[in-house]
């Protein structure tokens, strides 16, 4: 009769303990990612320890911390009002528009191998090599695949002859 008292006692904790572990595994434990879907594939990408994530403001400590840009060009923005930056890089394009006086990243697109996603997959991998690494639900996209992020965000390997070429994160 006592082990039960007990085991009734212990059971909740037990059950809020399953609950906290389970919570920590959905939200990558702290990796300093964020995740937009139930795949948990992150819409940041690090270069370096610079993050750089979807929807986030780019600002100028990261501006500086990427170095200096091949170049910088202002344009049009075809998908909001105003006007966006294009930041180019060595290996990294950074795309942004201007939001109530910040520049909010919208797409980062990778052509080196240099730069992997949290989840590993580098430019030259094969696409079946991203599925490994990423997950199921990959949709077939013109010369590569797609994943959703969730939030109209997505994450894409574009590729010829099977090899990845760039790695494009992309909100709308």
Same mark, same amino acid.
């Given at each position: 009769m006592k082990k039960r008292k007990n085991f009734r006692k212990i059971l909740p904790l037990l059950l809020a303990l399953a609950l906290a572990i389970g919570l920590c595994a959905c939200g990558q434990g702290g990796s300093g990612t964020s995740s937009? !879907?139930?795949?948990? *594939?992150?819409?940041?990408?690090?270069?370096? =320890?610079?993050?750089?994530? *979807?929807?986030? =403001?780019?600002?100028?400590? %990261?501006?500086? #911390?990427?170095? +200096?840009? +091949?170049?910088?060009? =202002? #344009?049009p923005s075809c998908h909001? @009002?105003?006007? /966006?930056?294009?930041?180019?890089?060595a290996g990294l394009t950074v795309f942004t528009y201007m939001q109530d006086e910040k520049s909010i990243l919208y797409s980062v697109e990778v052509s080196d191998e240099a730069y992997p996603t949290p989840e590993g997959v580098k430019v030259g991998m094969? *696409? /079946?090599? %991203?599925? #490994?690494?990423?997950? !199921?639900? %990959?949709?077939?996209?013109?010369?590569?695949?797609?994943y959703s992020l969730g939030g109209k965000m997505t994450l894409?390997?574009?590729?010829? @002859?099977?090899?990845?070429?760039?790695? =494009?994160y992309y909100t709308e």
């Open positions: 937009g !879907d139930t795949q948990g *594939l992150s819409s940041s990408i690090f270069i370096g =320890e610079t993050e750089l994530k *979807l929807g986030a =403001e780019f600002t100028e400590e %990261a501006r500086t #911390a990427l170095g +200096e840009p +091949e170049s910088v060009e =202002e #344009a909001y @009002d105003g006007t /966006d930056n294009i930041y180019r890089y094969t *696409l /079946d090599e %991203a599925k #490994a690494l990423c997950g !199921d639900g %990959a949709e077939e996209i013109n010369n590569g695949i797609s894409n390997f574009r590729a010829t @002859d099977g090899k990845i070429h760039t790695i =494009e």
